[in-house]
């Protein structure tokens, strides 16, 4: 039963956070439909919990070496297609 409630938890925040996105971008793009609204946020909420992981989580969890070793740090600018 432990590991359910961090699970259910996390996955409420981001399901909250998908939520709040999609209300903020239907405001400024009234003419998106349902579709182009939840592909459009789906993109954003993605890019905030990989930034999380690389940022977060995968530091604390093997180490800034093998971030480095691995080239697992995220950029500062501009994006990656590796």
């Given at each position: ?10 996955h409420t925040v ?13 405001e400024l793009n ?53």
């Amino acid at each position: 039963m432990n590991e359910v409630s961090p699970l259910m938890t996390m996955h409420t925040v981001w399901v909250r956070e998908h939520n709040r996105i999609e209300h903020k971008l239907h405001e400024l793009n009234r003419h998106w439909d349902g579709e182009r609204l939840y592909q459009e946020t789906r993109r954003i909420v993605i890019a905030q919990w990989q930034l999380t992981v690389y940022t977060e989580y995968l530091p604390t969890v093997i180490g800034q070496d093998a971030m480095r070793a691995y080239g697992l740090q995220p950029a500062d600018t501009g994006y990656c297609n590796g």
